[in-house]
């Protein structure tokens, strides 16, 4: 009778064996699962990141274009600035010049040698040329000694004497410079 009992642990085995294989299936597929999850989750904390990152880039780059218009419309303001500063020099010079213009004008009436005559006056800058007729050489020697007593000029030279016997006996064609000056505050008062 002991040849009859067969004893069979293999379904025993085989169903723990098969228990285990599923415990590891599923602790398995639990830690791919929590390892989808973790990845999913680290892939949209790094694409959230990666929006916020491009939305404020994004906002700077808008930023950027206003400040470079603005910047843009400064220049041109100081542009036109420097055009009505420069405009109001000129103004300001001209109105300032213009008494100074009258005042060298009455100096050269003033100044004026007897039996001179001015025939033309040209003004480049500050040299003044001047050509006249004189009855003789004596008075355009005593002119360019007027002209150098008077304050408001300077640096007389004749440039050219020619006779001129149409207008007198000894009476010549001259051509001078003279450079034109401002006298001193206190000494224009006077």
């Known amino acids: 009778m002991a040849h009859d009992i067969k004893i069979n642990l293999l379904p025993w085995r085989e169903e723990l064996r098969e ?45 950027i274009k206003v400040l470079d218009e603005r910047i843009s419309e400064i220049k041109l303001l100081q ?7 420069s405009r109001m020099r000129v103004i300001q010079e ?5 008494p100074i213009i009258v005042r060298v004008f009455d100096e050269l009436a003033r100044q004026l040698a007897p039996r001179i005559f001015f025939t033309d006056l040209t003004m ?22 007027n002209f150098s007593e008077s304050e408001w000029f300077e640096s007389p030279n004749v440039t050219a004497i020619k006779a001129s016997p149409q207008n007198g006996p000894q009476a010549s064609q001259f051509t001078l410079t003279v450079s034109q000056t401002t006298p001193k505050k206190d000494e224009e008062a006077i």
């Open 19 to 63: 228990q285990k294989k599923q415990e590891f299936l599923q602790v398995t597929v639990a830690v791919l699962a929590l390892a989808g999850l973790i990845i999913f989750g680290v892939d949209r904390f790094y694409n959230s990141a990666i929006d916020h990152q491009q939305a404020r880039n994004d906002f700077l780059n808008n930023e």
């Open 79 to 85: 542009q036109k600035r420097n055009e009505l500063l």
């Open 94 to 98: 001209l109105q300032g010049n213009r």
């Open 124 to 145: 480049v800058g500050t040299t003044l040329s001047i050509a006249g007729i004189a009855e003789s050489n004596n008075r355009i020697s005593n002119q360019l000694r």
